[in-house]
T-cell receptor, first 116, second 111 residues
Framework: DVKVTQSSRYLVKRTGEKVFLECVQD?????MFWYRQDPGLGLRLIYF???????EKGDIPEGYSVSREKKERFSLILESASTNQTSMYLC???????????????FGSGTRLTVV | GENVEQHPSTLSVQEGDSAVIKCTYS??????FPWYKQELGKRPQLIID?????GEKKDQRIAVTLNKTAKHFSLHITETQPEDSAVYFC??????????FGTGTRLTVIP
């Protein structure tokens, strides 16, 4: 019944490494999002995508990039991991609201990334 | 962009009592207000939502109210149970796609 799948539940990487976080959804959703979740800061939007090959910066894009080559897959890339990127990363997807009104998100289970 | 504030950050209630979590938003154009529940170690899940053309919506023990004039909306949980213990997030949407989240409320229901 899992609809949004994140490839890793826990990940430990070294400072300076390039890190790939993968997210796949099987609901044919147009929109996909990457958030990071930190205690006391809630959910902060890193990047989002409304369509294949399309990406938009969120509130905290610095140090991250994304790739969406296929509709079902949205990848978050940490170009050179740093300790301040240690966090829980949540992927989400939703139907496009254009012409249909708003829809809620379906979240993945999250990837807890530790950068040492 | 939209700014969503959520209070309180933590809330403890006795089992059977009611819990209320409040959120305010800044942009009067926001028209969709979902609430998410995140249990420990699990993904956030949508529990209830309300659109701007409705003032109140109820689903069993959970209700959400919206005051567009004051730009605030609230989650009400009645007859709380230990399994209601979780972090709750409110959110608001300006348009068709993006959600802006509050910072979360950690609810603890004491048996």
């Amino acid at each position: 019944d899992v609809k949004v799948t994140q490839s890793s539940r826990y990940l430990v990487k070294r400072t300076g490494e390039k890190v790939f976080l993968e997210c796949v959804q099987d609901m044919d959703h147009e929109n996909m999002f990457w958030y990071r979740q930190d205690p006391g800061l809630g959910l902060r939007l890193i990047y989002f995508s409304y369509d294949v090959k399309m990406k938009e910066k969120g509130d905290i894009p610095e140090g991250y990039s994304v790739s969406r080559e296929k509709k079902e897959r949205f990848s978050l890339i940490l170009e050179s991991a740093s300790t301040n990127q240690t966090s829980m990363y949540l992927c989400a997807s939703s139907l496009s609201g254009l012409g249909r009104g708003n829809y809620g998100y379906t979240f993945g289970s999250g990837t807890r990334l530790t950068v040492v | 962009g939209e700014n969503v504030e959520q209070h309180p950050s933590t809330l403890s209630v006795q089992e059977g009592d009611s819990a209320v979590i409040k959120c305010t938003y800044s942009d009067s154009a926001s028209n969709y207000f979902p609430w998410y529940k995140q249990e420990l170690g699990k993904r956030p899940q949508l529990i209830i939502d309300i659109r701007s053309n409705v003032g109140e919506k109820k689903d069993q023990r959970i209700a959400v109210t919206l005051n567009k004039t004051a730009k605030h909306f609230s989650l009400h949980i009645t007859e709380t149970q230990p399994e209601d213990s979780a972090v709750y997030f409110c959110a608001a949407s300006l348009g068709a796609n993006n959600l802006f989240f509050g910072t979360g409320t950690r609810l603890t229901v004491i048996p």
